[in-house]
């Protein structure tokens, strides 16, 4: 004889072994040891570029490591646009905005711009401490901006120290040979020197390629809009 009491029991049992097997078909549903943290917020494919490296968050400090004067306002004495490209398999990493600036300072305005968020603007007399370094990005662009009062180029050593990402002939942060293939362009051909001696010249295009290569090495950068 069949009572409320077993179909009940049989409902129960039921919902359980339901409720088991969805947790098993979902992958969210393990513990933190058992999923890969991710680096990038990108799908792998995607044009979106992979955010592996942020800005760090103490520039001055980094500025001074890496030999480059920090600013209250940035100075156009002189005045340089590079284009750093990074790949990693074949997919664009960003350089992030804000690498040499303080974004937390209140003279430095934060905008939003085709990529993304940017950050600059520092109106005269500019901050009341330092809070901009001569080699900076604005936006998530690539471009490697330089505006100082000495006529000085800087090289891509100093920008990967700004960067907090080490780089060598062998390894680009975490990334070495030969583990993995790492490979250096200026103007769309192979460097095979220092790439920390690369300067930061005027309308130059530089790209890092880190394991397989993208379809094509850029040659060049439109810098009208930058």
Excluded at 106 to 131: D, K, R, T
């Amino acid at each position: 004889m069949v009572t409320v009491a077993s179909v009940r029991t049989l409902v129960m049992a039921g919902t359980l072994v339901l409720a088991l097997v969805s947790c098993a078909d979902d992958p969210d549903s393990g513990s933190a040891d058992d999923r890969e943290p991710s680096t990038s917020s990108a799908s792998p494919g995607s044009d979106e570029p992979l955010v592996v490296w942020p800005a760090p968050d103490d520039p001055e400090e980094l500025a001074q490591e890496a030999g480059v004067i920090f600013e209250v306002i940035e100075h156009l004495t002189y005045h340089v646009h590079a284009h750093l490209d990074v790949f990693l398999d074949g997919q664009p990493v960003q350089v992030p905005p804000g690498i040499g600036i303080n974004i937390d300072d209140p003279a430095v305005q934060s905008f939003s711009g085709p990529l993304g968020p940017g950050y600059g603007g520092i109106q005269p007399p500019g901050c009341e401490q330092p809070c901009i370094s001569e080699l900076h990005t604005h936006d998530p662009d690539g471009v490697l901006h330089t505006e100082s009062e000495a006529d000085e180029a800087h090289t891509l050593g100093q920008f990967f120290v700004e960067w907090d990402v080490a780089l060598t002939a062998d390894c680009v942060g975490d990334y070495c040979a030969p583990d993995t293939e790492i490979a250096f362009y200026v103007d769309g051909e192979p460097f095979e020197g220092n790439p920390a001696t690369i300067e930061i010249a005027d309308r130059r295009e530089i790209s890092i390629v880190i394991g397989a290569p993208p379809a094509e090495i850029p040659a060049s950068f439109d810098f009208s809009e930058g």
